[in-house]
Each structure stands twice: as structure tokens, then as C-alpha cells.
């Protein structure tokens, strides 16, 4: 109990200077994305939907709205300054803010949700003790502060 309570003091010290997400961010999910990407981005969808009751559309589309990028897309390979999945050694993730979106992918095949698992843990305070046992935070507003992984 003491350490719950120590992590949420952590995550809530730390929230307060970082990136907060609303319902008014989507998940952008390329049309062509692999099974691995897709698993990755419901994942998100519904540990985020979980911790802060924020409902996160799933579209293969930004459409002018702050985006938490999965997987990999020309748009992604864009902001990333040329980065493909192939360049990638194996299962290497990356995890950055450029601009407005946050973007969470890594190497094909399992890459991607393996840098979903990643976030999950690291900025928004997820944890798996066992495959029954988890911790999943309360936090509203949903705020995060990363540093670039890749």
C-alpha cells in the first residue's frame, strides 16, 4: 500500500510540468498496420481509457488533433527524419514527442508494443507483478513526462 501511494505522489509530482491527454487527442493507427501495431494501439486505448476514463478514438488519421502516433506510417517515418522499421536492430523501440504528438513504435514485429508496454510503465506508472496480478493508476488529468527513448 505504501509503495502505491508512493508512486502516485511520484506520478502526480511529475504530471504537472508534463504533456496532459484529453479526449480531444486520438490514436493515429496506419491503415496498413501489422497485427503486433494493432494490439498495441487497443492496448493504449484501453490501459489510458482505465487510469483516467479518457475514451481515445482509434483512426488511421490525426485530422488537425494532438495524436499518440503506434506503429509505423510515412508519417511517422517523416517525423522520425527518415527512421524506417527496417533500419531498426531487433526490438528496438522508440518512444518521442515531435511537435504536438507523441509517437510510440520500434522494430517490426513486436517493437511498437513493446514501446506501448514501455510508456505504459514508465510515464504513466502500469505495472504487471504477475498475469493476474497489475497496478493501474488513477490519474486526472492523464499527464506524462517522457524522455526520448530510441
Excluded at 58 to 71: K, L, Q
Excluded at 87 to 95: F, S
Amino acid at each position: 500500500m505504501l509503495i502505491r501511494i508512493f508512486i502516485l505522489l511520484l506520478l502526480a509530482g511529475s504530471a504537472a510540468a508534463g504533456e496532459v491527454i484529453t479526449d480531444r487527442h486520438v490514436i493515429v493507427l496506419a491503415s496498413d498496420a501489422i497485427p503486433s501495431e494493432a494490439t498495441a494501439a487497443v492496448e493504449l486505448r484501453q490501459y489510458i481509457y482505465r487510469i483516467s476514463g479518457e475514451f481515445l478514438r482509434i483512426t488511421d488519421r490525426a485530422e488537425g488533433a494532438p495524436a499518440i502516433r503506434v506503429g509505423w506510417s510515412a508519417e511517422v517515418t517523416g517525423l522520425l527524419d527518415g527512421l524506417t522499421p527496417e533500419g531498426m536492430a531487433v526490438d528496438r523501440i522508440v518512444i518521442r514527442n515531435v511537435g504536438n504528438d507523441l509517437i510510440l513504435t520500434g522494430a517490426r514485429p513486436r517493437g511498437t508494443l513493446f514501446a506501448v508496454y514501455t510508456f505504459l510503465e514508465d510515464a504513466l506508472g502500469v505495472r504487471w507483478w504477475t498475469p493476474e496480478t497489475e497496478f493501474v493508476p488513477a490519474l486526472s488529468p492523464l499527464a506524462y513526462e517522457t524522455q526520448a527513448v530510441d
